[in-house]
């Protein structure tokens, strides 16, 4: 099965972020973890991350949180600190996006 390793940004998030951390790992045919990089928010985005991690290792909350700008900086931060080792693909994703269960898997699908 293919392994995808998603690269969240987020900021400001914490009233979505749990949906879409649960539909993203509720990915039907490639098997998800997700990394996740909290661009300094005021709100409790990075407790809640923190709080579903504990709970589901395929959540890994990056410890870098200080404040990266905009949604591309925190992106090419996750790209800078992404360890892609034992995965066969990359996919990125923004805080409140609900994805469908087989949206890597067409994807995947689509680029092999």
Do not use: Y
Not at 6 to 32: K, T
């Amino acid at each position: 099965m293919n392994r995808v390793l998603v690269l969240l940004a987020a900021h400001n998030g914490a009233d979505s972020i749990g949906r879409q951390l649960s539909s993203v790992l509720a990915q039907r045919g490639v098997e998800v973890v997700v990394d996740v990089s909290d661009d300094a928010s005021s709100d409790s985005t990075s407790s809640v991350v923190r709080g579903l991690a504990k709970a589901d290792a395929r959540i890994r909350l990056l410890d870098d949180r200080s404040p990266k700008g905009s949604a591309s900086a925190n992106f090419f931060s996750l790209v800078e600190q992404a360890d892609v080792a034992g995965f066969d693909w990359v996919a990125f994703c923004d805080q409140d996006d609900e994805w469908h269960e087989f949206k890597l898997r067409r994807a995947v699908d689509m680029l092999q």
